[in-house]
Nanobody
Framework: QVQLVESGGGLVQPGGSLRLSCVAS????????MGWYRQVPGKQRELVAA???????NYADSVKGRFTISRDNAKNTVYLQMNSLKPEDTAVYYC???????????????WGQGTQVTVSS
């Protein structure tokens, strides 16, 4: 059983910063790409940033230059450093990972439970 657990969300003022973390735990698995998505009520979940195992990154246009995704493969962890936060960044942020479990034949998408980020004065 593989689980993704996020942490680091909270309330921050506009212009502030937060750092999200997501750890994958379990036994006998291999992680490919990892990423962060966000969702607000009434809207579809959208990609914020993604990172391959080789550290190639991809960002939504709305966060380029403000957010930075990184990962520590030894710790099975992905991070999202969020700077210059805006009220429109308010959302539930979800961690995502493509994971192959021992004995499996293909990668599957795993999701964390989500962490709330609220940007407000």
């Amino acid at each position: 059983q593989v689980q993704l657990v996020e942490s680091g969300g909270g309330l921050v003022q506009p212009g502030g910063s937060l750092r999200l973390s997501c750890v994958a735990s379990g036994n006998g698995f291999w992680i490919n790409a990892m990423g962060w998505y966000r969702q607000v009520p009434g809207k579809q979940r959208e990609l914020v940033a993604a990172i391959t195992r080789g550290d190639s990154t991809n960002y939504a246009d709305s966060v380029k230059g403000r957010f930075t995704i990184s990962r520590d493969n030894a710790k099975n962890t992905v991070y999202l450093q969020m700077n210059s936060l805006k009220p429109e960044d308010t959302a539930v942020y979800y961690c995502n990972a493509g994971i192959l479990v021992r004995g499996g034949l293909q990668y599957s998408d795993y999701w964390g439970q989500g962490t709330q980020v609220t940007v407000s004065s």
